[in-house]
């Protein structure tokens, strides 16, 4: 096998797999329907990029990877299934380079990009290869090959291909319906990350702050606990607030580690921080560099990710489900000295739909908030939810206002002092960064 050809090759997990197979050596091309920034970077390493889906891009390929946004009915998934080449998921590639290795993988509803994203930065001492769902600053990519004998990946629980990896360490972070539309109930979901579970070889760290996490916990070998909130293997104590960043002391078992800050806001981070500061411990980096690193980390693209900060201050952050915003709002409200105003856009129909009663009042820690159209992610919109009735719901506090286009909020943000956050998981983030351009010319 020497030509790969990728599918849908912007996207954050294929361009990722995209890079280490073309630094690996292999003979890599893709297609996609618009440039990004990731394109750039694929071309430099090489990487023939098509701006358009037709057959003709992939004859002769050896292999074909498609994202799971891809339809079964484009041109070149087609012609591949029909001339036999073989075609594989992005999670059956992932596994095939992760199984190799000595895998981590981190797993999650929420968290797992930060987690992952931690981990790769803390460990880079080790050389791994790391493979995530964000740009991690501190090698500007969501990958990088590296030589070392571990391989840090992100897990996706959201169509099950996490399922794929054998990993020898495991982070779960937390377990919470979400992606329902594909897991049916809340049931399968949890039975899923069992098996992910079982199928770590050495040792899963679990989160026990979350309930369905606790559940795990008949199977004592096998489990790493930590929390913010009890005494578990590894937990914080002493946790506050200090000059903006978090601050607090790290106990495993009966060793007392010390004091480590952290510069990404929120409880959550901190507890997304602990499974990182013992696998890293435990696997050979030293303590006084992964408080150096765990301090120095700014967080994954999109997460908490300060793009304007003056009178106004604008904030991309990739919250989506009702869980992560409430995390993201409390963070802010604990670090922000300015009203915030949230900006959401809902991603998915479906989501809006199975999660609504999680939404309500979602959004009551923010000053202000702003409702834009749903970003349907190729969904149809059979579910009937109205956004003048989202509205109400998700900002029980205040009124809602309904926006649609940059230009309304950039009317709305440069006459405001404020903190805006703009939250969503579709194209939000090109409207923060469009209204960041207006205030620069401003």
Known sequence: MKKVFFIGINGIGMSGLAKVMAKSGY??????????????????????????????????????????????????????????????????????????????????????????????????????????????????????????????????????????????????????????????????????????????????????????????????????????????????????????????????????LGEFKLTVPGLHNVSNSLGVIYLAYTLGVSLEEIKIRIENFKGAKRRYDILFDKSIKIIDDYAHHPTEIIATLEGAKKIETKKIIAIFQPHKYSRVKFLYEEFKGCFDLADEVILLPVYSAGEEDIYGITLEELGKDIFTTGKTKLLKTVDEVYDVVKSNEGTYIFMGAGTISQMAYEIVEKLEAK
Do not use: W
Not at 105 to 114: D, L, N, P
């Open 27 to 256: 003979q890599v091309s893709g297609s996609d329907k618009n440039k990004k920034d990731v394109a750039l970077e694929l071309e430099k390493l090489g990487v023939k990029i098509y701006y358009e889906h037709k057959e003709d891009n992939v004859r002769g390929m050896d292999l074909v990877v498609r994202s799971s946004a891809i339809k079964l009915t484009n041109p070149e998934y087609s012609y591949a299934k029909n001339n036999n080449i073989e075609v594989i998921k992005r999670g059956e590639l992932l596994a095939l380079l992760f199984n190799k290795k000595s895998g981590i993988a981190i797993a999650g509803t929420h968290g797992k990009t930060t987690t992952s994203s931690m981990l790769g930065a803390v460990m880079l001492p080790l050389d791994p290869t790391i493979i995530v769902g964000g740009i991690l600053p501190e090698i500007n990519s969501n990958a990088c090959c590296g030589q070392g004998e571990y391989l840090v990946a992100e897990a996706d629980e959201s169509d099950n291909s996490f399922l794929y990896l054998l990993p020898d360490y495991s982070i779960i972070t937390n377990i919470e319906p979400d992606h329902l539309e594909n897991h049916g109930n809340f049931e399968n979901i949890k039975k899923s990350f069992t098996t992910f579970h079982n199928q770590t070889e050495k040792k899963t760290l679990i989160n026990i702050d979350c309930g369905e996490t606790e559940k795990l916990l008949r199977d004592k070998e096998k489990i790493i606990t930590y929390s913010i909130e009890k005494k578990a293997d590894i937990y914080a104590t002493e946790i506050r607030v200090e000059n903006g960043k978090s601050v607090y002391n790290v106990i495993i078992g009966k060793e007392e």
